[in-house]
């Protein structure tokens, strides 16, 4: 063991260099291989049976129906395991078992493995298996759990970590001026790493070796969690070496299914692979805790802080892993930013009914700076000061100790905060923002590596330097795309005097590096920079020595460059030094331990947890939409004090990348749920930001001189995370004066502060005197008085859903006839592009046995123009739909490039759009709803979450909504669908052609063949539309078109509201109030609003109406604007 | 259950070479370049088609491969990554790719490679593939400005050589 005795700082050399990645042929080329890429003879599949139920007692699990099934091989429960839980936080909080054997605690609790050999068979066998629960009352949110009748959740209680910190004390002489308070909530975000949580494992039983190929960021906490609950000694376990497919924390422990296909392979004596899939990945991955912040600050009339009081509740899920130190840590952030007297947090853990929390990037610093950032800004603009200037006046100072202990050696938080005001050019308050523009700062303070398990003071590194003067480095961390293996190259290069592509790198292979706990806790680069970097220095001091022996030289008279030890002079290589003097490889091998920080200490709160704090500001500048209340983030500046920067390309990697996440958890990502079941279990129903939602992100670091910190550097992985949602909500309240207190900042909520700022009216939609709206009005007031529980609890035994069918052919016809005929048989459907089918078959929507796929038919894939008349046929492509339209009819190609991305409208085609099945995330989940289950279910969106994708007018007992932005526009366009395939053709309106949410009146064999479009019926046309992110579907959208007579005069128009109703809504009511007037006679503000009156909006989607008539009046404004102009924009 | 229906043999290009093989109808595009051909290059991450990893070329055409059935890509020409280029004889957009770092754990980067090329030969340009294709792909690592920057490169080289 070695203590830390040199830091050599302010290098020349390969450290501080835009090195590039080291892996950067393998990655660009496909070829690295990922847990999921690795082939052995005789490989199983793997998937997991899970918990239906937030809260059940397991009676039974009847595996009888699989004996004898073909292709399956093996099975496990928890009779199959050693009776133990996995080790996680430790001592009496360790609380979860490998698969559940008595009691399931949320949905997609894992019961039963199995494996197959194929994952078709795997998953063929899992719905063989019948589990006999005996459901329990659940508590799926905080307020249940901690409510007077709440069921327990595990036997001690429901809240398993209370504390009450007290730190520091406010001195006599310091008088509060000002106090302000407020509550703070922060919704549960999840990792979503691109590739799922995947493993391939492999027993010998003959050897009683474990090898397992692991997607991770720490090998060895793996390694010891699997043997620990497979009651394996860890040396009978080898983790390999893969390509790691993004981490963010999720995988920088056990992750809870690995376990079960190592004991999948042990029982069957064959390599196991399990891949999650991304809907479990999405439910059941440990995601970023929930909090409710309640905070007060209290400051001095010069804007010294005197204290911060915080009072926190943590949603910890069903299961403990992270959550005790995950809210440990964000009160020790609230106790650290700023220097500050005396700061007082009580904070609980609750269990509830549902995936668990777990370790997340930034690591309850997002939560607790969202917070104490947002009240920096109210201390500041109370008194009267600046808001840099007051974070400035506070700012930690280099030499400080923290209330919490926190020993900061090097701070330069102050320039932080004056380069962020300098770049991101903030004139103060008084300045004049162009309108619905706003700026808004945050800083944040985090470790680089927090010594919180046992061990984790520590990190070991092996170089060696063979007879070839090769050099290797074993080292035993996963780079999970944070570039680490570059920067533990560069070190080893640095010292070694050569390129950091000349090292070799073996790294997570448990049997061949030494003990390295990985890369979490934004401790990659500090520790290896310690441990790598001494190791090789160790090395190269025994180059110098012996080399300088056999040059007859000075050791101080030589260096190490580009493989050899040299006097200038003369040379001699690394290969003959090691030869001649050592007779073989020299191999050096150096555990280090930090001396500087302490264990932590889990009753005050109070240790140094790490070697050194990092620090960073951002500034950002965004707009709000008023009338949408959509926010977007104009500008982005992250400055950031991380010390001496390793990498400077990696570390700019980092801050993007971490500030692009920061924009998803600050405006749009947030996991849903309803009665313990996830809403949010795709891409597409979470959406995060991409290319098109982002703005340039510039970077810029302070660099400082940390005096502990390996080559003066500090940690910068997870810093990034910590402040956009801050940074953002302080330029939201910049630009509004409206102070959110809840992330993300989604429209609705956005909207509803601005409706309470401007104290406007609340909206009467009489429906008293609406009889057609009164069975609708019953149902929804009866549904939160026991109707939905009563229909979820009983009508839902008597769901109908479609029959699993075995898809068995695809026909390719090759004319309509043929399409007609294949179409009549039973179980036939039309496939085109296949960008909804085969997803809503996987969903369990439809169950095709045939697919007539009708992209083959030369007549129904062409666009035919005749005169002022096009046909297009429905097999058309939404991309060539969207090319030919370009110059022909704009308004069309404007919608259409608005839907999806380019790559599905490649495949997407017009027929396969309008005839889409619906997007309601309750539907597509797996909800025995009514639209999936019939007319015992219940419509779970009328309680249930319904602010984005339901209706506000005419809703049905479905509260779904037409999801096709092209019904909506074609509406607009009063283009007409033609159908064969039944007895005979026929015709109608586009917007006839529906009668529910994604329902058409399309008979048993009939197809949608083309929509026939009369391009000059209209002269002035506008498509909008509002959506979460680039490419989701509209919350809304408006699609006007105006027809106008020499005079000007209205004489014909169309005015179509989309996602608003179960089909495409037209506006009778705006067409009254324009055709007839003149352009300039119109009341643009009264046609738009007209509708209103006959909206029956749910709960918490009312901001649609807003939003809707907003949006409305735009697109006729800009659909008159454009008649008058001959049509152009 | 076991009609013969349920499989089909097909022919096609793949990455050049002539392919064909025995599968099955329910067999995903996706899958079937992974566990039948093994070209792993190709990754899977959403099963929706939404995230862009597993876009690959069918007749030059960029499109998610687990939105399509395999039987459904008979008698046509599939590029993959592997068809790209290879360690040691990259091709320039993958030598653009890391020369701009626009790589980080590397899962997605096969898929946006490829709809970059197609998009490229198809004639679009720089800007578009900036805006609107790069879109078509999501990435948790690298916050697209690194991807952004080595489109344009990749451009410079085109009108270069």
């Known amino acids: 063991m070695t203590t830390i005795s040199e830091t050599p700082r302010r290098v020349s050399g390969v450290v501080g260099q835009a090195v590039p990645n080291v892996e950067r042929e393998a990655k660009t080329s496909g070829s690295s291989i990922y847990a999921g890429d690795v082939e052995l003879p005789g490989l199983l599949h793997a998937r997991i049976l899970r918990s239906t139920h937030p809260h059940a007692r397991i009676r ?90 709440a069921p327990l959740i595990h036997s001690g209680g429901n809240v398993p970590v209370r504390h009450a910190r007290r730190w520091g004390s406010v001195p006599a002489e310091q008088e509060a001026a000002v106090t302000v308070s407020g509550t703070y909530l922060f919704g549960r975000q999840t990792h979503a790493c691109m590739e799922t949580n995947t493993v391939t494992a492999s027993w010998s039983s003959a050897t009683g070796m474990l090898d397992v190929w692991i997607s991770t960021q720490s090998p060895y906490l793996v390694r010891k969690e699997l043997a620990h609950v497979l009651d394996l000694d860890v040396h009978h376990i080898r983790v390999h070496e893969v390509a790691v497919g993004g981490g963010f924390g999720s995988k920088s422990k056990i992750s809870e299914y690995e376990a079960i296909a190592c004991a999948l392979s042990m029982k069957t004596g064959r390599p196991v692979r399990l891949a999650l899939t991304r809907e479990e990945e999405f439910t059941t991955a440990k995601c970023r805790h929930s909090f409710e912040i309640n905070l007060e600050t209290s400051a001095t009339a010069e804007g010294m802080l005197v204290r ?60 607790a700076i969202f917070a104490l950032e947002s009240q920096m800004d109210e201390v500041a603009d109370q008194l009267g000061i600046d808001r840099v200037d007051l974070r400035i006046l506070n700012a930690n100072l280099a030499g400080d100790t923290t209330l919490t202990g926190w020993r900061i050696d090097s701070a330069r938080l102050v320039e932080c905060l004056e380069t962020a005001r300098s770049a991101i050019g903030w004139q103060g308050r008084g300045a004049k923002a162009p309108e619905g523009r706003g700026i808004g700062f945050a800083a944040s303070i985090h470790v680089s590596g927090a010594n919180i398990y046992e061990g984790a003071d520590k990190s070991s590194a092996t170089v060696e330097v063979d007879t070839d003067g090769r050099v290797l480095l074993r080292f035993g961390a996963a780079d999970a795309g944070t570039w680490q293996n570059t920067v533990v190259a560069q070190f080893v290069a640095h010292e070694l005097g050569i390129e950091p592509d000349d090292v070799q790198l073996i790294t997570m292979e448990t049997d061949a590096t030494p003990t390295e706990l990985g890369s979490w806790s934004s401790r990659g680069t500090y520790m290896s920079g310690h441990s790598v970097g001494q190791t090789a220095r160790d090395v190269a001091e025994e180059l110098r020595l012996h080399g300088a022996a056999m040059l007859e030289s000075p050791v101080d008279e030589v260096w190490l460059h580009a493989g050899v030890v040299t006097n200038g002079v003369t040379s001699v290589g690394f290969g003959v030094v090691v030869q001649e003097r050592l007779g073989g490889s020299l191999v050096r091998t150096r555990e280090i331990t930090l001396t500087n920080v302490d264990q932590v200490n889990r009753e005050t709160g109070i240790s140094n947890l790490s070697g050194a704090y990092s620090f960073a500001v951002h500034a950002v500048e965004v707009s709000v939409d008023e009338g949408t209340g959509k926010v977007k983030v104009e500008r982005y500046v992250a400055v950031h004090d991380s010390g001496q920067i390793v990498n400077p390309i990696a570390a700019r990697s980092q801050v993007i990348g971490g500030v692009a996440m920061g924009i998803g958890y600050a405006l749009s990502e947030e996991l849903l749920y309803e009665g313990g079941m996830s809403m949010t279990r795709s891409y597409i129903q979470y959406p995060l930001p991409r290319a098109a939602d982002l703005p340039e992100i510039e970077v810029i670091f302070v660099e400082g001189d940390d005096p502990n910190g390996p080559y003066g550097a500090k940690a910068i992985g997870e810093i990034v995370l910590i402040p956009p949602g801050a940074a953002i909500a302080n330029a939201v309240a910049d630009a509004t004066g409206v102070r959110m207190r809840e992330l993300p900042l989604t429209p609705d909520r956005v909207l509803a502060a601005l409706h309470q700022r401007d104290r406007k009216p609340k909206r009467n939609y009489r429906i008293g005197q609406r009889p057609s709206r009164w069975q609708i009005a019953v149902m929804r007031a009866w549904y939160p008085r026991g109707l939905h529980q009563f229909l979820h609890k009983f009508g839902t035994r008597w769901g109908r859903p479609a029959q699993r069918a075995e898809l068995l052919a695809v026909e390719t016809p090759v004319d309509e006839a043929a399409a007609s005929a294949a179409l009549a048989r039973p179980g036939a459907r039309v496939i085109a592009g296949g960008t909804d089918l085969l997803p809503a078959r996987r969903q369990g929507l439809v169950q095709p046995s045939v697919l007539v796929d009708i992209m083959t038919i030369p007549t129904v894939g062409r666009i035919e123009q005749s005169g002022s008349d096009v046909a297009v046929g429905a097999a058309v492509t939404l991309a060539d739909l969207a090319i030919w339209s370009q110059d022909q009819l704009s308004v069309l190609h404007e919608a259409i490039t608005a839907i999806a991305t380019e790559q599905i409208r490649l495949m997407a085609t017009v027929g396969g759009n309008l005839c889409q099945q619906n997007r309601c995330w309750f539907l597509r989940n797996d909800f025995m709803c009514y639209k999936r289950g019939g007319v015992s279910c219940p419509c779970y969106a009328v309680t249930g979450d319904h602010r984005y994708y339901h209706s506000v007018i005419d809703s049905h007992r479905c509260q779904s909504v037409t999801p096709s932005d092209l019904s909506t526009v074609l509406s607009a366009l009063d283009a007409t669908v033609e159908i064969s395939g039944g007895d005979r053709k026929r015709s109608m309106k586009v917007v006839d052609f529906y009668t529910g949410p994604g329902e058409v009146r399309l008979g048993r064999g009939e197809y949608l063949r083309s929509v026939v479009i009369e391009t000059d019926k209209f002269s002035g046309h506008d498509y909008r539309k509002l959506n979460r992110g680039h490419g989701d579907f509209a919350m809304i959208s408006a699609a006007v078109s105006v027809a106008t007579d020499m005079n000007g005069t209205v004489t014909d128009a169309r005015v179509i509201l989309g996602a608003m109703a179960p089909v495409p809504y037209r506006v009778h009511d705006a067409e009254r109030l324009m055709v007839g007037r003149t352009v300039n006679a119109i009341d643009v503000a009264a046609a738009a609003e007209a509708w209103c009156r006959r909206a029956h909006p749910l709960e918490r989607n009312e901001w649609k109406v807003q939003a809707g008539a907003e949006l409305l009046q735009r697109s006729i404004a800009a659909a008159l604007a454009r008649t008058q102009s001959g049509g152009k924009p | 259950m076991n009609t013969p229906q349920t499989v089909k043999t097909i022919q096609l290009l793949v990455n050049g070479a002539q392919i064909e093989r025995e599968v099955e109808v329910r067999t995903l595009l996706s899958t079937f370049l992974r566990d039948d051909l093994g070209l792993t290059g190709t990754h899977v991450a959403c099963e929706h088609g939404v995230c862009g990893s597993c876009t690959i070329l069918v007749d030059g055409r960029a499109v998610r491969s687990c939105l399509l059935l395999a039987v459904q890509t008979d008698g046509t020409s599939v590029e993959t990554v592997e068809g790209l280029g290879s360690l040691g004889d990259l091709s320039p957009l993958q030598e653009a790719m890391w020369r701009e770092h626009g790589l980080q754990c590397g899962f997605c980067t096969p898929g946006i490679l490829m709809s970059i090329e197609g998009e490229a030969r198809s004639g679009s340009s720089a800007e578009e593939i900036c805006d609107e294709v790069l879109s078509g792909h999501v990435c948790r690592c690298t916050g697209y400005q690194n991807i952004r920057t080595a489109i344009h490169a990749y451009f410079a080289t085109r009108h270069g050589s």
């Not at chain 1, 952030?333 to 009914?353: F, K, M, Q, W």
């Open chain 1, 308 to 367: 911060r009081d915080a009072s926190m509740t943590v949603d910890n899920g069903a299961y403990n892993h992270s959550g005790p130190s995950v809210m440990a840590y964000a009160g020790q952030v609230l106790g650290s930013l700023y220097r500050i007297p005396a700061v007082n947090v009580d904070a609980e853990l609750v269990y509830t009914n549902k995936q668990p929390g777990g370790q997340f990037r930034g690591y309850g610093g997002p939560q």
């Open chain 1, 60 to 149: 039974n699990i009847d595996l009888s129906r699989l004996a004898g099934m073909p292709g399956v091989i093996g099975v496990v429960t928890a009779q199959d395991l050693p009776d133990r839980m996995y080790i996680h936080h430790g001592g009496p909080l360790s609380d979860r078992g490998v698969l559940a054997s008595d009691v399931v605690r949320f949905v997609g609790e894992e019961i039963v493995g199995v494996a197959a050999e194929t994952p078709a068979a795997a998953d063929q066998a899992l719905s063989c298996i019948v589990v006999d629960y005996e459901v329990l009352p659940s508590a799926v949110s905080v307020s249940e759990a901690l409510g007077p009748e």
